[in-house]
Antibody, heavy 122, light 111 residues
Framework: EVQLLESGGGLVQPGGSLRLSCAAS????????MSWVRQAPGQGLEWVSI????????DYADSVKGRFTISRDYSNNTLYLQMNSLRAEDTGVYYC???????????????WGQGTLVTVSS | QSVLTQPPSVSGAPGQRVTISCTGS?????????VHWYQQLPGTAPKLLIY???NRPSGVPDRFSDSKSGTSASLAITGLQAEDEADYYC???????????FGTGTKVTVL
């Protein structure tokens, strides 16, 4: 069974940094793209970033480009999201999701982790 | 502001059929990129409902189906049940944004 477990969320001041982790199990980690999707309180879903199965390509939403960095550790099957220069509008639940394919513009996301809450506030 | 537009809400009585539209443009749905659909039950993470060319993951009932035409796509739920009350999102890729996009989301209410 595929399992994704996020951690690292919490309260951080504007301008601060946070690193999210997503521990993956139940599938061949290097065979699938991995993504982060967030959801602000009471709002819809917003795609944040994706990394291909090989790690050779990454993409970011314009709203986080230059501030967030996605990475993955194949030795312990973990996905990361380093978030710097955080803003109030970055507040929300951050979900880790496994891509349906290794690398494709037609990628979908399945399954999703339970999410970790990030709150940016002074 | 999402580039994929959905109606904020739809409702129907048990047993009825409801449809949810997802309107995009020539840089996403109209460019031929797949449209995928997700269901988010209250307080839970989203779940993939339909992907690719109208494929349903194991366990998703065939009451859920999709269609696509031009720059729009639709999700249909037939034989509406109380357990279908949730938020539904479409998702695709946008070549102008060079990234993935989600629809604005639709809340389905079972009357």
């Amino acid at each position: 069974e595929v399992q994704l477990l996020e951690s690292g969320g919490g309260l951080v001041q504007p301008g601060g940094s946070l690193r999210l982790s997503c521990a993956a199990s139940g599938f061949t980690f290097s065979s699938y793209a991995m993504s982060w999707v967030r959801q602000a309180p009471g709002q819809g879903l917003e795609w944040v970033s994706i990394m291909s199965g090989s790690g050779g390509s990454t993409d970011y939403a314009d709203s986080v480009k230059g501030r967030f960095t996605i990475s993955r550790d194949y030795s312990n099957n973990t996905l990361y999201l380093q978030m710097n220069s955080l803003r109030a509008e970055d507040t929300g639940v951050y979900y880790c999701a496994k891509g349906c394919y290794s690398s494709s513009r037609n990628n979908c996301f399945d399954p999703w982790g339970q999410g970790t809450l990030v709150t940016v506030s002074s | 502001q999402s580039v994929l537009t959905q109606p904020p809400s739809v409702s129907g009585a048990p047993g009825q059929r409801v449809t949810i539209s997802c309107t995009g443009s020539s840089s996403n749905i109209g460019a031929g990129y797949y449209v995928h659909w997700y269901q988010q039950l209250p307080g839970t993470a989203p779940k993939l409902l339909i992907y690719g060319n109208s494929n349903r993951p194991s366990g998703v009932p065939d009451r859920f189906s999709d269609s696509k035409s031009g720059t729009s796509a639709s999700l249909a739920i037939t034989g509406l049940q109380a357990e279908d009350e949730a938020d539904y999102y479409c998702q695709s890729y946008d070549s102008s944004l060079s990234g993935y996009v989600f629809g604005t989301g639709t809340k389905v209410t079972v009357l």
